[in-house]
């Protein structure tokens, strides 16, 4: 199939609608409006529904709701709103509904910019609202594999009942590539679901959507259903590149757009003799710890450079990878400025 | 001969609510009127925060069980999914009127095609007594010790009012759940709430003036007599939105 040049954004509302989305609800906010902009048209090319809500509150609640009702809903903000939308993911991922969330980040805190940044890696790996529960977290480096995240999310998301987020950045939103875009998938009837609110039950039949538990044992045993399924998340579903790792005496590791500027920093350190490079984790959580485990017990590899646009976030989960085997260095930008190559290529040679 | 039936569309749970608390009234009401309209296998229910959170398992539909004010956006998520399906939300005054405020007004002004039972006790009662935003001017609760004021509280709130002003609701109706003649307006109100959805006809709401005997320590009885002599003066009883047979 013949490519298209298409905006990170657009691009995902579009690989939304493949995939089996017909259901959107969000607010606007930069730097990701462009994909509620594309779905308040696309959406109706294939008979699905676009709300612009009055908040960001209640768009994931009209997530909860549509996703509870058997249907594949998608959510879309950045940090700000985000942030807003915790209480509602908390409760969807405790009733164990389907949905996916993209959040392009942007610098904080508060208000911030619109520049990149990823300084919400632990609000999105570790949960985010309150309560113990994860979501399943993709960090996609270019809009090709955006497009190929989100085409199969809400698989992902209906496999596991769980909320799947897509964590970009306005770079990632904002550029345009060349995309191939996959088949049109229909979105799954809901009265195939077992556990949907589809109205025509009853009796001991009924469905409850639902994540209050008073009684304190049954709470529990909720809380022990989530991580056994957090478990199977960490068992089958690890995503991650490792790029030109076998014989490197540095490996740099960054996920997401950063990633990129650390693969042409590879290139450029082993074109000047040092033998450098990369892990990529595509999947945030899981997190792929087992490939940090191999090459931090390697006798191949001296050091780990991270490189993030938050100050140690993701590194902290490298950190915890590497066992302290071995020395894990560590660059950062904050507040929505962008280190270059040279930035890269000179911290791995200070250190090298 | 038998002379009454608990209605089908209530399960056996024994409801969770105080002694002449008039939540027990409303569930029966609507369960009566989704029964009479025939529509068993047809509905979703959204429960709310506060004392009614568990109308989840009362009704014998299926039910979402909402965040703190969000019923009106999950039940506007749920009706888009399953437009022909019957969808109401059962909220009290703290939930709809306060933290849920803007998802109520703009489910009205969307017209969103779905059923809104508002149970306006004047306090919040599952969390012992608190001031809720329709409390009125001089009520003592746990958090206005002294009674309401203007200055210190602000002003009670009008929900049926401020949503008639506004294109986009139905039906908009007040009554009181306090005597056997306003129970039967009452359920007469939520049929013809329910029969406007059902007819395609968009929001509709109906406010009930309910009692919280717990909360505002009276006797059952008191409490009704406070919604006749004091309630209905700040929230008039009546029809605020009827778009008759005009859709």
Sequence with gaps: MAKKLFKGNEALGEAAVLGGCRFFFGYPITPQTELSEYLSWRLYDVGGTFIQSESEVSAINMVYGAAGAGARALTSSSSPGISLKQEGISYIACAELPCVIVNMMRSGPGLGGIMPSQADYSQATKGGGHGDYRMLVYGPSTIQEAVDIMYNAFDKAEQYRIPVMILGDGMLGQLMEPVEFPPLKQMPDPSTKEWATTGTHYGKDRRIVNSLYIVASENEAVNIKLQAKYDLLRKNEVMCEEYMCEDADIIITAYGTVARICKSAVKALREKGIKTGLIRPITLFPFPTEVFHKYANSDKTKKFVTIELSTGQYNEDVLLSVMGKKPVEFYCRMGGSVMTVEEIVNKVKEVY | ?247
């Design chain 2, 1 to 247: 001969m038998a002379t009454y039936h608990k209605s089908n569309m209530l399960t056996d749970t024994p409801l969770s609510f105080c002694p002449g608390c008039t939540h027990g009234i409303a569930h029966k009401l609507i369960a009566e009127v989704l029964q009479e309209l025939g529509q068993q296998g047809n509905v979703i229910g959204v429960a709310p925060v506060g004392c009614s959170v568990f109308a989840y398992k009362f009704f014998n539909c299926d039910m979402q069980e909402a965040a703190h004010g969000r019923a009106p956006a999950v039940a506007t998520g749920i009706k888009r999914v399953h437009p022909d399906k019957v969808v109401f939300s059962y909220q009290g005054d703290g939930d709809l009127a306060s933290i849920g405020l803007a998802e109520i007004m703009h489910a009205g002004l969307r017209g969103e095609n779905i059923t809104v039972v508002f149970i306006n006790n004047a306090i919040y009662g599952m969390t012992g007594g608190q001031m809720a935003p329709t409390s009125l001017i001089g009520q003592k609760t746990t958090t206005s010790p002294f009674g309401r004021t203007v200055e210190r509280q602000g002003n009670p709130i009008r929900m049926c009012e401020m949503l008639a002003s506004q294109d986009g609701p139905a039906y908009l109706e007040r009554v009181m759940l306090t005597d056997y003649a306003n129970v039967l307006k009452a359920k007469r109100a939520i049929k013809k709430a329910f029969e406007y959805q059902i007819a395609g006809k968009g929001f509709s709401m109906v406010e009930c003036l309910s009692t919280c005997p717990t909360n505002w320590h009276m006797t059952p009885v008191q409490a009704c007599q406070h919604i006749k002599d004091n309630m209905t003066k700040i929230y008039p009883l009546g029809v605020f939105k009827d778009v008759g047979g005009a859709k």
